[in-house]
């Protein structure tokens, strides 16, 4: 998956992509036939890059034909209205597993169990837990994003003489350091509110541990729990480090994401850092800066010596009809022959943990889509695990609230109280 801007915030419903059978996984199916339609979001280079993955099993299934729409941003709205109208794509692709698992608990998508000895081999078992709904198999991860990442600039951090932190304290200290050689340490997108869910999120991740981050996606732990409030003090040690944020509380309220990254990844910095997933370099249109000599990453810090874990999102292919084409080929992509077409081409990561490093074909993607495959501990993003008039939609829930704890980030009892009130009306 890629970052959400705010219109997809809106959307309740989303699309789903492609599928197959064959346990072997490659593209060569058997020589089965038939009509696959598939709706994705990917248009221009993303389609290119996709169509690239189908070319091998269309040349290994002649008798097969594959018909593609790409979306856009208004898949979910798309794969919604032909499911309501009786006539949805036989494959398609969702941006969140919650509204995979809404069409599954409806009765719209076919199980993919016939695939799960291909996706369990090639898929840690978050993955596989990710797709599972009801304790069948319904959704394959194809492409993924690492939201546990923090990108900077390098000069900056040579000229205020600090390295990659890798603990919360030596972060903080790592950021004091930067404002105390005359530069700011922060670059916030404010503007935008799910950039400031994914700094939650990846706090909660570490102060409270998988399994409460689990039980609080799913509403069964309430948002004024302590182990809530926790998190919101030790995320108010950066957005309410007002003067060492870039235009400060209020411009960071006023900077929409691809800002932020600009304010970053510039000759004139604003700031040294933004706290984004791995799409951030693709934001900056002529970015200015080389990879690691210019700009570079480190993964988010460990809180009280946590274990490496990786907050991110994906794109996940569902099924509505079950034909032998079909499950050729989700079997196909499931595999990672499919996925190493797309990571070769670049602007590409793969949940897939057997797709090798030497896919990617620079360094700073060969680390964060190598790092999403293999952690040991993934979550998705929390927001796009709630209903959407919670979790990511504009102006309201999860959005504007933690917009409001930035402008007021002493005030925890308070939005931990409004969060939770918002999240039982939207679990009603």
Do not use: C
Request: charged fraction near 15%.
């Amino acid at each position: 998956m890629t970052y959400r801007w705010p219109a997809l915030a809106v959307l309740a419903l989303a699309a789903a992509l492609l599928a197959a059978g064959s346990a072997g996984g490659s593209a060569n199916q058997g020589g089965v036939s038939g009509t696959v339609s598939i709706i994705a979001k990917w248009t221009g280079e993303e389609q290119k890059s996709f169509e690239a993955v189908l070319a091998p099993f269309r040349k290994a299934n002649p008798g097969v034909t594959i018909k593609y729409q790409g979306a856009g941003d208004n898949v979910p709205q798309i794969v919604a209205t032909a499911v309501q109208g009786g006539n949805p794509p036989d494959i398609a692709t969702l941006p969140q597993p919650g509204t995979m698992r809404d069409f599954a608990r409806r009765g719209a998508l076919k199980p993919i169990t016939y695939a799960r000895g291909t996706v369990a081999r090639n898929f840690q078992p978050s993955w596989v837990s990710l797709g599972t709904v009801s304790g069948k198999l319904y959704g394959l991860f194809f492409k993924g994003a690492n939201k546990s990442t923090v990108w900077y600039n390098v000069a900056q951090f040579r000229n205020a003489g600090v390295t990659p932190p890798k603990t919360w304290p030596a972060f903080l200290r790592a950021a004091k350091t930067i404002r105390a050689s005359g530069s700011r340490a922060y670059s916030i997108g404010a503007a935008d509110g799910w950039t400031l869910t994914d700094l939650f999120e990846n706090i909660y991740l570490r102060t409270a541990g998988p399994a409460r981050y689990d039980r609080l996606s799913d509403h069964k732990l309430k948002w004024t729990d302590p182990s809530v409030k926790t998190a919101l003090r030790t995320m108010a040690q950066v957005v309410g480090d007002s003067d060492n944020i870039a235009g400060g509380t209020a411009g960071a309220l006023q900077t929409d994401f691809p800002t932020s990254v600009s304010n970053v990844l510039s000759r004139s910095p604003k700031a040294a850092m933004v706290i984004e997933g791995d799409f951030v370099p693709g934001v900056v249109a002529n970015n200015p800066l080389k990879p690691i000599s210019g700009f570079n990453q480190f993964s988010f810090p460990s809180i009280g010596g946590s274990k490496p874990a990786v907050m991110g999102g994906g794109d996940v292919v569902v099924t509505f009809k079950d034909t032998p084409a079909v499950r050729a080929l989700v079997q196909y992509l499931a595999s990672p022959q499919a996925a190493t077409i797309w990571a070769s081409r670049g602007g590409f990561s793969s949940p897939n943990k057997n797709v090798k490093p030497t896919a990617y074909k620079d360094a700073l993607t060969r680390a964060t889509a190598t790092a999403l495959a293999r952690a040991s501990v993934f979550r998705f993003d929390l927001s796009d695990l709630q209903p959407a008039a919670f979790g990511s939609s504009t102006g309201q829930g999860m959005w504007k609230l933690f917009q409001d704890f930035v402008q007021n980030p002493k005030d925890v009892n308070g939005i931990a109280a409004k969060l939770e009130a918002s999240a039982a009306k939207a679990y009603k």
